[in-house]
């Protein structure tokens, strides 16, 4: 094989030796050379007149040349060599290059002859763990302006060793696997391991982290039992990815159910929260919505922080959608949040969301909520049914770009003997001396009613009668008792016209008052009291109710 006539083909040779032949006179200041240095300096060679050879078998990244429809071998130099061993020149490079077709290389070169076109082919890894970098760069046939000549083209393979690249790059990647990992761990431990079950709801919860190659973000939800019968629930986003992101979550969510806990309206839980997330990291916001179910009114009470809509869909199929009473984003500060409220009938259900179930880079936002509340119209069953089928339809999958946080709740209607273990009663008390005798005479004629054991019915006359008294020393008008049992408890509660709440405090013996809460948290499972929407008060107490 002469080479001298390849490298003629080679990419730049043609480009140098056209610029030699339109090079002009020699510079002035080369002319005036003396004569003598002029006679001494040798002419430097030509390219053509370089073996070619002798260039390729110094470059220390890997060249073969193959030539012919059948790609075979015309040459390799000592690098390719010393890497795949001696090779059989003038074998096909089925036989002579095995390596290419194990690195599937073979059907490119066909390509390259094809086209007349380069291929690069980044970072693959040979047996004996180096990686390289192969391009395959066509050569035209000498008789002939293409590839389709009389020796049919060819085409010169080079191979960059690429392995510390490679390597960093693996590296990188691991790293980055290890920390997102670590993000979704902590993510997960941070959320509810298992959800809280009140008596009066059925609820579902779903998260899924972001795919590979999208970082762990600040989503979470939470169901927290109030008392009473009521219950929270929250779901929010932190802006931002990785471990700092859930971190905050997990802050955030901590300071929740703290809140939670001194039963405040929903748009006063967002207030402290506003100013929390400002102390955790004032470089970060989150948006958040804070739900209260009062299975009594059969409405949704909720305040929103920049978070998206909840929707509801009623027992009929009709849907609604909360309302803006919605401040801005939580870390903000300087504004008064506000509570509204959805109808939450028996019968309906409701899902609560975070963005990344409805946000596409390419449709107005808008458009994903609509296109929730059309999925949310048809999709029945269980809560864990519901989420499974929303995240379908949103098209939501393993590699989505963004975490997915879903919680759905409903509000079952009870028949037959179900509604049998969900029932309420209530009297209006209007004061005066008569009234602590009608709240025992209605009370133990309700739990009479309901079939509760003798002990148990005592104990709910006696926590009514404690109840209504304290309201008629400390309250003021209207009054109003009520009853109402589920499955697992028995409920008394009292409201009133006075926002003041009770505590419970040690009466000295001499004291004639002071007893009747202590009474009351004594002989109840738990008691609790609130503010009411108007300024008044409620206070309750429950009773578990014996298995079976």
Request: glycine share 10%.
């Amino acid at each position: 094989m002469n080479f001298t006539r390849w490298s003629a083909r080679l990419p730049g040779t043609q480009r140098r030796a056209a610029a030699r032949s339109d090079r002009g006179s020699v510079p002035a200041a080369r002319a005036e050379q003396p004569a003598d240095e002029a006679e001494e300096a040798a002419p430097a060679p030509a390219v053509e007149d370089i073996p070619v050879h002798e260039i390729l078998d110094r470059v220390p990244a890997l060249v073969a040349l193959l030539h012919g429809p059948e790609h075979r071998l015309a040459y390799v130099n000592d690098a390719y060599a010393a890497a795949f061993g001696p090779r059989t020149v003038g074998a096909p490079a089925q036989e002579a290059l095995p390596e290419l077709r194990e690195l599937g290389l073979l059907p490119l070169l066909d390509q390259v002859l094809r086209s007349s076109k380069p291929r690069t082919v980044k970072s693959r890894k040979v047996p004996g763990g180096r990686s390289y970098t192969f391009t395959c760069t066509p050569l035209r046939g000498s008789d002939s302006g293409s590839a389709k000549g009389p020796e049919g083209g060819g085409v010169l393979v080079f191979a960059a060793d690429v392995t510390d690249q490679a390597e960093a790059a693996e590296r990188l990647r691991a790293s980055e696997r290890r920390h997102r990992e670590t993000a979704v761990t902590l993510q997960r431990s941070l959320l509810p391991q298992e959800l809280e079950a009140p008596d009066d709801l059925r609820i579902a919860a779903t998260y899924q982290p972001g795919g590979t190659d999208a970082a762990v973000g600040g989503d979470w939800y939470d169901v927290i039992t109030l008392g009473g019968g009521r219950t929270a629930l929250v779901i929010g986003d932190v802006m931002g990815r990785g471990v700092r992101a859930a971190a905050v979550m997990g802050q955030l969510r901590t300071a929740v159910r703290a809140y939670a806990r001194l039963d405040l309206p929903p748009h006063e839980v967002l207030q402290l929260l506003d100013g929390l997330a400002a102390e955790i990291d004032a470089n970060q916001i989150a948006t958040c919505v804070y739900a209260v179910h009062d299975p009594n009114d059969g409405r949704l009470t909720y305040a929103s922080a920049g978070h998206l809509p909840i929707l509801v869909r009623d027992e009929n199929g009709a849907m609604h959608r909360a309302e803006e009473p919605t401040g801005p984003p939580l870390g903000t500060g300087g504004w008064m949040h506000a509570s509204g409220s959805l109808p939450f009938p028996p019968g309906a259900t409701a899902v609560l969301y975070t963005d990344g179930l409805v946000e596409r880079r390419d449709e107005d936002i808008d458009h994903g909520v609509a296109a929730l509340e059309q999925a949310l119209e048809g999709a029945t069953g269980t809560p864990q049914v519901v989420c499974d089928r929303l995240i379908r339809s949103l098209g939501v999958t393993a590699e989505h770009d963004d975490d997915v946080a879903v919680l759905v709740l409903q509000h079952p209607k009870r028949t037959g003997t179900d509604a049998e273990l969900f029932r309420g009663a209530a009297l209006e008390l209007l004061g005066g001396v008569e009234a602590a005798p009608r709240a025992r005479a209605f009370a133990s004629g309700v739990l009479a009613s309901w079939r509760f054991p003798t002990e148990l019915h005592d104990l709910g006359v006696l926590a009514a009668s404690e109840l209504v008294a304290n309201s008629l020393q400390h309250g003021t008008p209207p009054m109003r008792l009520k009853l109402r049992r589920t499955d697992r408890r028995l409920i008394v509660e009292v409201t009133d016209g006075d926002d003041h709440l009770p505590r419970r405090r040690r009466a000295e013996a001499v004291d004639e008052a002071g007893r009747g809460i202590a009474i009351v948290a004594t002989i109840a499972s738990s008691w609790g009291s609130r503010r009411t929407p108007g300024g008044g008060k409620a206070v309750w107490c429950e009773f578990a109710l014996p298995r079976g």
